[in-house]
């Protein structure tokens, strides 16, 4: 990347995390991420709670990250934000302010596609750690998070086409819900993949049958929730005692599907690069499975960095650094999205 590269403002607000970045082209400068911990109580994110937390957050993320880039406001040259998908009142605080930015420092304004963005991470550069490698167009992305679970061939850096996708709950969803009846915090999914380090995958579980590349959890859920009632009756302590072991079990069919998706769209496709995406790619069992799949069909496999699988504004500065090479800026007019199915 030339010194001419732009130096782009990043902003991510469509869930609970306030996450503002600085970018010099696709190298990172600064990325920074204030959770919200106020939805921990609740078992789940409360989006009026949410919002209002952006609202308070959102100014000094901003200033934090740019004090830590050591980049003034007068140097920025865009501002990449999220436009969607994801919980609207959150939405609107990071688009409107974004907005607000790129009139007042008469900067273009760059609207990103969240999941797009999640896919587009791999392409990030951070100077102080040794560099990840880069995929080339085209690859198969494996995108995993709270709301959304696809398969995904990323032809371009704005050509997405879908090969397949849940037909109900999100895989990152499945897991915090599951968390929920072990009485884990919020969100479980790291949780589960913590405990199941020391427990072996020993209870089992009914899991659906699905044509090729399409998922299902709704009714795995179900047969967790089951097998659960039905060890209680044996021993009422099992979910404290066993902990492990029903994490490792849990895991192991979430991560299962998702696999066997992956082979099936590798073959095909015949594309041999495959990438995963999103927060359940920080999964340790899957980044294992998925690394073990790429050595088994020699292909090359690309895990993002663990502070880019949940969410970020790095990965939106990614999307914006694509984007300002096309020169595809957005309107004052565009609204947040709180639904936008680009790749069905
Ligand atoms: O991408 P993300 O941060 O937000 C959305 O766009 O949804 O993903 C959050 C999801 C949560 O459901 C969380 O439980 C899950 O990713 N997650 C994990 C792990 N880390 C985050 N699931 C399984 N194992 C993990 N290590
Ligand atoms: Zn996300």
């Given at each position: 990347?030339?010194?001419?590269?732009?130096?782009?403002?990043?902003?991510?607000?469509?869930?609970?995390?306030?996450?503002?970045?600085?970018?010099?082209?696709?190298?990172?400068?600064?990325?920074?991420?204030?959770?919200?911990?106020?939805?921990?109580?609740?078992?789940?994110?409360?989006?009026?709670?949410?919002?209002?937390?952006?609202?308070?957050?959102?100014?000094?993320?901003?200033?934090?990250?740019?004090?830590?880039?050591?980049?003034?406001?007068?140097?920025?040259?865009?501002?990449?934000?999220?436009?969607?998908?994801?919980?609207?009142?959150?939405?609107?605080?990071?688009?409107?302010?974004?907005?607000?930015?790129?009139?007042?420092?008469?900067?273009?304004?760059?609207?990103?596609?969240?999941?797009?963005?999640?896919?587009?991470?791999?392409?990030?550069?951070?100077?102080?750690?040794?560099?990840?490698?880069?995929?080339?167009?085209?690859?198969?992305?494996l995108t995993v998070s709270g709301g959304h679970?696809?398969?995904?061939?990323?032809?371009?850096?704005?050509?997405?086409?879908?090969?397949?996708?849940?037909?109900?709950?999100?895989?990152?969803?499945?897991?915090?819900?599951?968390?929920?009846?072990?009485?884990?915090?919020?969100?479980?999914?790291?949780?589960?993949?913590?405990?199941?380090?020391?427990?072996?995958?020993?209870?089992?579980?009914?899991?659906?049958?699905?044509?090729?590349?399409?998922?299902?959890?709704?009714?795995?859920?179900?047969?967790?929730?089951?097998?659960?009632?039905?060890?209680?009756?044996?021993?009422?302590?099992?979910?404290?005692?066993?902990?492990?072991?029903?994490?490792?079990?849990?895991?192991?069919?979430?991560?299962?599907?998702?696999?066997?998706?992956?082979?099936?769209?590798?073959?095909?496709?015949?594309?041999?690069?495959?990438?995963?995406?999103?927060?359940?790619?920080?999964?340790?069992?899957?980044?294992?499975?998925?690394?073990?799949?790429?050595?088994?069909?020699?292909?090359?496999?690309?895990?993002?960095?663990?502070?880019?699988?949940?969410?970020?504004?790095?990965?939106?500065?990614?999307?914006?650094?694509?984007?300002?090479?096309?020169?595809?800026?957005?309107?004052?007019?565009?609204?947040?999205?709180?639904?936008?199915?680009?790749?069905?």
């Open positions: 990347m030339t010194t001419s590269a732009p130096i782009l403002l990043a902003i991510e607000s469509s869930c609970d995390d306030t996450a503002v970045a600085v970018l010099r082209g696709f190298e990172v400068l600064s990325n920074i991420v204030h959770s919200q911990v106020l939805h921990d109580p609740f078992g789940g994110v409360v989006p009026e709670l949410a919002s209002r937390a952006h609202m308070e957050a959102l100014a000094p993320t901003v200033n934090f990250a740019l004090s830590k880039a050591k980049v003034p406001w007068s140097d920025i040259t865009a501002i990449a934000v999220t436009q969607g998908p994801g919980l609207l009142g959150s939405l609107l605080v990071g688009h409107s302010f974004a907005k607000s930015l790129s009139i007042s420092l008469g900067v273009p304004l760059i609207n990103v596609h969240h999941m797009e963005a999640h896919m587009l991470a791999h392409f990030l550069i951070e100077k102080s750690v040794q560099e990840a490698p880069i995929p080339d167009f085209p690859y198969i992305c679970t696809q398969l995904v061939i990323v032809r371009d850096w704005n050509v997405f086409d879908l090969l397949g996708e849940t037909q109900d709950d999100a895989v990152g969803e499945a897991f915090d819900k599951a968390a929920k009846l072990l009485s884990l915090g919020y969100p479980g999914g790291p949780m589960i993949d913590r405990h199941a380090t020391k427990g072996v995958a020993r209870f089992s579980f009914s899991e659906p049958k699905m044509p090729p590349m399409q998922f299902s959890y709704s009714g795995l859920k179900t047969s967790i929730l089951r097998s659960m009632q039905d060890e209680v009756k044996r021993n009422p302590n099992t979910l404290t005692e066993d902990l492990p072991d029903w994490c490792a079990s849990i895991q192991q069919a979430m991560i299962r599907p998702l696999i066997n998706g992956l082979r099936e769209a590798i073959d095909q496709s015949g594309i041999q690069q495959i990438a995963i995406a999103g927060g359940v790619s920080a999964n340790r069992l899957l980044r294992a499975q998925v690394t073990a799949l790429g050595q088994e069909l020699q292909l090359a496999v690309y895990l993002p960095p663990l502070s880019y699988t949940t969410d970020n504004a790095a990965m939106i500065g990614a999307a914006g650094a694509f984007a300002f090479q096309h020169k595809r800026f957005g309107q004052v007019s565009d609204a947040a999205k709180a639904k936008w199915n680009k790749y069905e």
